[in-house]
Nanobody
Framework: QVQLVESGGGLVQPGGSLTLSCAAS????????MGWYRQAPGKQRELVAT???????IYADSVKGRFTCSRDNTKSTVYLQMNSLKPEDTAVYYC?????????WGQGTQVTVSS
């Protein structure tokens, strides 16, 4: 059984920064892709940033230049460094991973950007 455990969400003022982390644990042979999605109230879940199976990193246009997705392969962990946060970044952020050709989701962590 594979689990994704997220941490690092919270309340931050506009212009502030937060770092999210997601660690995969359990029976893992190979991590093909890992990244972040978010879902704001009343909206569909959308891609934020992800490492693909091809080894590239994809970012949503709305976060390019502000967010950085990084990973530690030795720990099966992915991070999301979020800078210059805006109120429209407020959402529940979900970790997503493709592990051994199966998709897994974390429980989600709330990020609120408000003054």
């Amino acid at each position: 059984q594979v689990q994704l455990v997220e941490s690092g969400g919270g309340l931050v003022q506009p212009g502030g920064s937060l770092t999210l982390s997601c660690a995969a644990s359990g029976s893992i042979f190979r991590v093909y892709g890992m990244g972040w999605y978010r879902q704001a109230p009343g909206k569909q879940r959308e891609l934020v940033a992800t490492f693909t199976r091809a080894g590239t990193t994809i970012y949503a246009d709305s976060v390019k230049g502000r967010f950085t997705c990084s990973r530690d392969n030795t720990k099966s962990t992915v991070y999301l460094q979020m800078n210059s946060l805006k109120p429209e970044d407020t959402a529940v952020y979900y970790c997503n991973a493709n592990i051994d050709a199966q998709a897994y989701w974390g429980q989600g962590t709330q990020v609120t950007v408000s003054s």
